[in-house]
């Protein structure tokens, strides 16, 4: 196994798994707006995700495919309203965007992504 590499090992699940040239992401939520907005929850996962790309030798313009996972869909408009400023405009990728029941409730948005290194 030594051609994986686990990133943020936990005892459930790693935050990103890097084998070969891609990078796989487990569902990021925010911890520290947890309960907050759609956007500043967007924006925090973001951050975590840019953070979780750069360990792995990789970046947001390597993006592949996003999936985003949203409590209330009614929010659609303001979470893009932080991704349209975070992606890469010459490189964005194949994104999925779903209504889900969230673990909490005080968790609004989740958001995985695949990236090439």
Known sequence: M?????????????????????????????????????ADQTREILELIDGLLAEAGSEKAKILSATIYLSDIAT????????DVWVDKENPPARATVEAKLVTPDYKVEIAVIAAK
């Not at 990021?28 to 907005?37: D, L």
């Not at 659609?76 to 991704?83: G, H, I, K, L």
Request: charged share 20%.
């Open 76 to 83: 659609f408009a303001e979470m893009n309203s932080v991704w």
């Open 2 to 38: 030594s051609d994986i590499r686990r990133i943020g090992v936990g005892p459930r699940m790693s935050k990103a798994v890097v084998r070969g040239n891609a990078v796989y992401t487990a569902g990021q939520v925010a911890e520290k707006t947890k309960g907050g907005s759609v």
